[in-house]
């Protein structure tokens, strides 16, 4: 059982009773300054019991261990802040100190945090002070930050996994980052910098409050036509400027631009995209679902007009809200029919498949232009024409343009039905209307079923969730246990989900197609993971990784464990690729990959609110005695056709705000923790457990 439930509700009386008294002695322990270790205080205690107490005990001794008053002092000096006269004996904590500075102004809440953290990630950068984080990706964290000298404040990407040290890679690098330093266009950020320090290449850009329009598009849906037509009209001027100055970007994509409040668009990373991905001349850049086919066919041989074509596949986005599958011909006007022919013609131009056939950026936005002026005055219309003209494009090209031959009229969509619901027939009804398979494998070893929308209660009922929260002692447990309070939910598109966790054997490919090998965020340098000891409780340390747990068998059918989030996002991309666009792979949303759980199940569990249930379902601290996960798919499914999604491996899925939580449970865990709402908030870099794929698609 996870801290995510207080595991109370499945106690007797008198179990309870024995956690209680325990946890209250280990609290003493702590409280007098000294370092119990959890184990010895697990007693004879059982099954749920022993869960339960595990959980209490290892929050508490988070609580208690955490660095001293000095140690926090030292952290400060390293980090360039404080001043040589704090006297950090003066306070009783490391708590109570970081309390005082930030009251006074010298620290930010968000930098308290990372100093008193177990693990703290470096706030200054040579000279740049990290203030504060503003949103992280699968490429690295975007902090807000201050160059200490010049005082300006500057959006400061830390990339993933940087390395450096080699004469090659300097020299390109330093190449890269003059290129972009000397754009200055009011639909470009403007680039500052860019270094390596302490371990991470970072980019240092001008500090632009607003939203990017993929968040835009996921939070207020797809854009009206001219406000769409109007952004990416914005880009296209900032990139013509770019392509003008001798720099391309490489990797345009819907989070690339940033709208500001004002409603302008600019676009982020000009001419430091191959920075961010760590690549030189003839290395892949780009993003799956955005690339040139010539990004992955010749790298080195990329011009502007790869630009053009991200640019027209962002333009699908914004106005249907995903990415258009890349082996068919893009048609806006059958998903919208509101999009006008000349732009709908303009779109299926910009993403051709031979870079001759499209048009420049100047090209692009003189069209543009002529598509969005208002058309009540022939004249005007004839102006349009003309500039159209006067950029080498036919005059008739839009009214002439032969039509795409007729499609046959969509099939009627079922009712979005709401859960309750026979999970089977409702997937079967989906599959058939939308005539695509229940089942897929897109991929040897990928298996994935067929999720239709529909709308849930999401969390947990007030009855029993009220009751635990008022019982619990612990305020993080009893917070995470509010964070799952019921509210209306629902998936709005058709997906598929993998029928299991990703298995070591399919992980293995992905790691041997990257060249050097792949390291996951446990193997690289500082790296932690998780590694069963022979009395089958596992312990966090540095070594174990998704190859070798200790004790716990590993082999082809196990899923792949001690994987941060951007490891399972970075496999994402590389099925993404492998595809060739067929589908899209991502990791599932919390939304989905609860209301997949349940399959049409209000109740706690797939199996209803009866735990009695869960045996045949799920690998959990009552079907598991050694505390080893076990190969996929041996349980039985629930109602969708997905297997382990209680117990076995916890899955990582997820957030609107870039993170990351954890979902299912794990084989520690008792039948509380391994409900359907069972949640439990993580760190990307945190190698807490496995993941299972999903697949976007576009329906025929």
């Keep these: 059982m996870t801290a995510d439930d207080s595991g109370f509700a499945a106690l007797p009386l008198d179990a309870v009773l024995r956690v209680n008294a325990r946890c209250d002695a280990f609290e003493a322990e702590c409280r007098a300054g000294r370092r119990p270790r959890a184990d010895d205080f697990l007693g004879d205690a059982t099954g749920v019991e022993r869960d339960t107490l595990f959980v209490h005990l290892a929050d508490i001794q988070a609580e208690y261990h955490e660095p001293t008053a000095e140690e926090f002092a030292r952290r400060l000096a390293a980090e360039g802040l404080g001043s040589a006269d704090l006297d950090p004996t003066a306070f009783p904590s490391a708590a109570a100190l970081a309390d005082d500075l930030v009251t006074s102004g010298v620290l930010t809440t968000y930098q308290s945090h990372v100093l008193r953290a177990a693990r703290p990630h470096p706030l200054a950068l040579d000279d740049y002070l990290i203030l504060d984080r503003v949103a992280a990706g699968g490429m690295g964290t975007v902090f807000r930050a201050v160059h200490r000298r010049m005082k300006r404040a500057v959006a400061l990407k830390v990339v993933a996994d940087g390395r450096g040290g080699e004469a090659e890679r300097g020299r390109w690098f330093q190449q890269e980052v003059e290129a972009a330093g000397r754009l200055a266009h009011p639909n470009v950020v ?20 607003g939203t990017d329009l993929r968040r835009w598009v996921i939070e207020n849906g797809p854009l009206a036509v001219a406000d769409a037509v109007k952004a990416v009209r ?29 409603g302008v ?17 003839a290395a892949v850049v780009g993003t799956p679902g955005y690339m040139a086919p010539e ?6 041989a990329v011009d502007a007009r790869a630009d053009v074509y991200a640019l027209g596949r962002t333009l699908a986005f914004l106005l249907v809200g995903r990415t258009p599958p890349d082996d068919t011909p893009l048609s806006l006007r059958a998903v919208r029919p509101d999009v006008p022919r000349a732009l709908d013609a303009l779109a299926r131009r910009m993403t051709r498949v031979r870079p001759a056939d499209r048009p420049s950026m100047a090209e692009l936005t003189a069209a543009l232009d002529a598509i969005s002026r208002p058309r009540r005055l022939h004249r005007w219309v004839a102006a349009a024409v003309a500039v159209i003209a006067a950029v080498g494009l036919a005059v008739a090209y839009y009214p002439s343009a032969p039509e795409p031959p007729p499609q046959p009229p969509p099939r009627p969509r079922p009712v979005v039905r709401a859960i309750p619901f026979d999970a089977a027939a409702y997937q079967t009804e989906w599959a058939s209307a939308l005539d695509m398979p229940v089942e897929i494998e897109p991929v040897p070893g990928l298996k994935a079923r067929l999720i239709p929308p529909g709308r849930f209660v999401m969390g947990t009922p007030a009855d029993p969730l009220d ?14 246990l509010q964070s799952e309070a019921a509210r209306p939910a629902e998936v709005a598109a058709p997906f598929y989900l993998a029928t299991t966790e990703t ?88 939304v989905e990959w609860e209301y997949a759980c349940r399959a049409g199940e209000p109740g706690l569990w797939a199996c209803g609110s009866n735990a009695a249930g869960l045996g045949p379902l799920a690998w959990y601290a009552d079907t598991v005695g050694d505390g080893a996960f076990r190969p996929v798919g041996l349980k039985a499914a629930n109602r969708f056709g997905l297997f382990d999604v209680h117990g076995n491996l916890e899955e990582w899925c997820a957030t609107p705000d870039g993170g990351g939580v954890m979902r299912g449970g794990h084989i520690r ?25 999903a697949l976007d698609f576009t329906p025929r």
């Design 190 to 209: 403007t680039a500052y910098d860019a270094g390596e320090a302490r371990g991470v290449a970072y980019l240092a850009s001008e500090f632009v409050d």
């Design 265 to 281: 668009i600019r676009v982020l990373d000009v001419g430091l995209a191959r920075l961010a991905h760590h690549a030189a001349d």
């Design 503 to 590: 298995t070591v054997g399919l992980f293995k490919q992905f790691v041997a197609s990257h060249n050097p090998p792949y390291k996951t965020t446990a193997e690289r340098p500082g790296g932690v993971g998780y590694r069963l000891k022979a009395d089958g409780h596992w312990v966090v340390e540095p070594g174990p990784t998704w190859q070798q747990a200790g004790e716990q068998p590993i082999t082809d059918a196990h899923p792949a464990g001690n994987l941060g989030r951007d490891d399972c996002a970075d496999f994402c991309r590389w099925v993404t690729i492998r595809l060739g666009g067929r589908y899209s792979a991502r990791l599932p949303t919390e």
């Design 467 to 480: 009751k635990w929260v008022a019982t619990e002692q612990n305020p993080t447990v009893r917070e995470k």
């Design 295 to 300: 990004q992955v066919a010749d790298p080195a």
């Design 669 to 693: 865990c008792g039948a509380g923790a391994v409900r359907c709402a069972a949640r439990s908030p993580a760190r990307p870099i945190d190698p807490r457990g496995g993941f299972r794929v």
């Design 234 to 262: 914005d880009a296209a001027a900032g990139l013509a400027y770019a392509h003008g100055c001798g720099v391309v970007h490489r990797d345009v994509k819907p989070s690339n631009l940033i709208r500001t409040p004002d």
